[in-house]
């Protein structure tokens, strides 16, 4: 079971990065995507370059299509990627989302400190 779950995230992953980093490629400003746009772009981007590495990977002259392998493929693929999407100037994008997400988890936290400390209430004795 947890092999399963490794899999799935694993699997989550390697589609999940290509397609970010592509459609940071192509779309290089905060402005011209939303976060749910980006996500979805990047979903089915990833679908995408994870098909194409396979294909290219299981060509008759290789054929070694393993997992191994197509990690390194997906890899290469993301490091060209993310070369490109320096080079456009679209890594903005990802520093704004780092600090709108760790924005938000400290607002959570400050939250529930907040309602602990008025929960807990004054100790009588």
Partial sequence: MLEAAGYVIIGLILVLVPGFLLSI?????RENLDFWSRAGT???LGAMIAALVGYVISMPGLSVLSLGSFVMGTLI???ILAIIA????????????K?????????QRKETDAQTK???GP???
């Fill in 77 to 79: 693929v993301c490091i």
């Fill in 123 to 125: 100790i009588t004795s």
């Fill in 86 to 97: 320096y080079l456009r100037g679209g890594f903005g994008v990802i520093f704004w989302y």
């Fill in 99 to 107: 600090t709108q997400i760790l924005c938000k988890f400290r607002k």
């Fill in 25 to 29: 490629v192509l779309y290089p400003k």
């Fill in 42 to 44: 990047s979903l089915g």
């Fill in 118 to 120: 008025t929960s807990e």
